[in-house]
C-alpha cells in the first residue's frame, strides 16, 4: 500500500488546551526548569558593571506604545511599568567566556507584590490580562540583538500562532523570542574568548538595548529572511513560515558565511489575504 503523500509544510491543527491543562503543564514543566537552573547555577552570568565596556557591538530600539486591533491601550501604559521592573533585573549583565545569560533566572518571576502590573498575554491564538504582561518585547529585543553578534542562542521559543497582521514590518516574521516564566526562556551562551554586556534603557518611547564587548568587533552580522510562504492547511486554517539565514561578513564587507539559524512556523489568526491597517509597529518587536 501506498504511503499518501503529506507535504512538508503541512501542520496538524492546534489543541486548545484547557486552563486546568495549561496550570498543570507550567507545573510540570517549571520544576523541570528549576532542577535545570541547579544544574547550571555555576555557569550562569551574574555580575553587573554600569560602566559601558569600549565597543558597541549591536544596538536596537522598539517602540512601546502600540495600536495593535481590539487590544486595550492601557495594557500598553502598564507594559511600560513592567519593562521599567525587568530591565533594571538586566542592565549591565556582563557575560564573560564560557558563561550563560538566562532572561528568567536573572529577572525571576514577574508578580504584583514586586510591582509588575497587568499586560497583554497571549495564549490559544488570543491574548488577555496578567501580570508581567508585555515582557516579550524585551526578550524580542534581547534575542534579534544577540543574533548579530558572535553569541551562541541556547535556547529560544516562538508564538505558535501569529495573532496579528504585519503593519510596517521592520524585521522579518518570527525575528523574535517568546518568554513565559519560568520554562519559556531565552538562553544565550559566550562562546568567544571576549567579554560582553548587556544594556538596556526605557525611553520616553522606544525601548533601547545594546550589546558590548571588550575588543573592537572584527565581523558584521546580517540577518535575512527566505522562503517565507503562507499555507493553507487541510483542516481549514492558515500557518505561515519562513527561514533566518545569518550572513557574516568581514570589515571590508567579503562575505565569510550565510547559514541557516531557524525556521518557523505559525498558526494565523487573520485571514492571509488581507491587507495590513495602517499601525505604528512591527509585532515581531
Known amino acids: 500500500m501506498k504511503k499518501k503523500y503529506q507535504s ?29 537552573w541547579l544544574k547550571m ?61 538566562s532572561y528568567w533566572y536573572l529577572i525571576g518571576k514577574p508578580t504584583k507584590r514586586k510591582g509588575y502590573k497587568k499586560g497583554m498575554h497571549l495564549r490559544n491564538g488570543g491574548f488577555e490580562a496578567g501580570y508581567g504582561g508585555g515582557l516579550c518585547q524585551l526578550s524580542n529585543l534581547i534575542f534579534w540583538s544577540a543574533i548579530h553578534t558572535p553569541l551562541t542562542i541556547v535556547e529560544r521559543y516562538r508564538h505558535g500562532y501569529d495573532v496579528f497582521p504585519d503593519s510596517n514590518r521592520t524585521q522579518p516574521f518570527a525575528s523574535g523570542a517568546t518568554c513565559a516564566y519560568p520554562h519559556i526562556d531565552l538562553m544565550i551562551r559566550n562562546d568567544t574568548e571576549d567579554t560582553y554586556q548587556l544594556l538596556l534603557n526605557v525611553g520616553e518611547t522606544d525601548l533601547e538595548g545594546q550589546w558590548r564587548v571588550n575588543k573592537e568587533p572584527q565581523y558584521i552580522y546580517k540577518i535575512v529572511e527566505r522562503n517565507h510562504r503562507m499555507v493553507s492547511q487541510f483542516w481549514g486554517g492558515y500557518t505561515r513560515h519562513n527561514e533566518l539565514y545569518q550572513q557574516i561578513y ?32 512591527n509585532p515581531d518587536a
Open 8 to 36: 512538508p509544510d503541512a501542520v496538524k491543527e492546534p489543541i486548545k488546551r484547557s486552563r486546568l491543562r495549561s496550570k498543570l503543564g507550567f507545573l510540570f514543566y517549571g520544576t523541570k526548569r528549576k532542577l535545570l
Open 41 to 101: 547555577k555555576k555557569s550562569f552570568a551574574r555580575t553587573f558593571d554600569s560602566t559601558p565596556l569600549e565597543y558597541q557591538y549591536f544596538s536596537h530600539h522598539t517602540p512601546m506604545l502600540r495600536k495593535l486591533k481590539d487590544v486595550d491601550m492601557w495594557m500598553q501604559y502598564n507594559k511600560v511599568t513592567n519593562l521599567k521592573l525587568a530591565c533594571a533585573k538586566l542592565n549591565g549583565i556582563i557575560l564573560k567566556p564560557g558563561e550563560t545569560f
Open 250 to 281: 568581514s570589515k571590508n564587507g567579503e562575505l565569510i558565511d550565510d547559514h541557516l539559524l531557524l525556521s518557523n512556523v505559525a498558526v494565523m489568526m487573520y485571514s492571509p489575504f488581507l491587507d495590513a491597517p495602517p499601525a505604528s509597529v
